[in-house]
Nanobody
Framework: QVQLVESGGGLVQAGGSLRLSCAAS????????MAWFRQAPGKEREFVVH????????DYADSVKGRFTISRDNTKNTMYLQMNSLKPEDTAVYYC???????????????????WGQGTQVTVSS
């Protein structure tokens, strides 16, 4: 079992940047597919980005492509989400998620992930 803790959220002006961290414990994230999701008030949980088991492949939601970058440091057992050119519509609670499964085309389905962090709030002001 893996435990996930997000950090790095905050308040930023439109056009600004934030870097979120997801620190894992219990198991090495090298053996997990990892992802970031977000949820705004009154909306469903939304897929942001996925990094496949092994870290070789990544998949981004169209809404963040070119602005967000996922990465992970296996030595620190931590995943990151670099968010640039932030927009007010990026405002949400951001969650990291993990699963030992190989997801292929279902990586965007939050129900496929077994482990979740508690979330970190990102607020982008206009």
């Amino acid at each position: 079992q893996v435990q996930l803790v997000e950090s790095g959220g905050g308040l930023v002006q439109a056009g600004g940047s934030l870097r979120l961290s997801c620190a894992a414990s219990g198991r090495t994230i090298r053996n997990y597919a990892m992802a970031w999701f977000r949820q705004a008030p009154g909306k469903e949980r939304e897929f942001v980005v996925h990094m496949a088991w092994g870290g070789a492949n990544t998949d981004y939601a169209d809404s963040v492509k070119g602005r967000f970058t996922i990465s992970r440091d296996n030595t620190k057992n931590t995943m990151y989400l670099q968010m640039n050119s932030l927009k007010p519509e990026d405002t949400a609670v951001y969650y990291c998620a993990a699963t030992p499964a190989i997801l292929n085309r279902v990586y965007g389905d939050f129900r496929r992930y077994d482990y979740w962090g508690q979330g970190t709030q990102v607020t982008v002001s206009s």
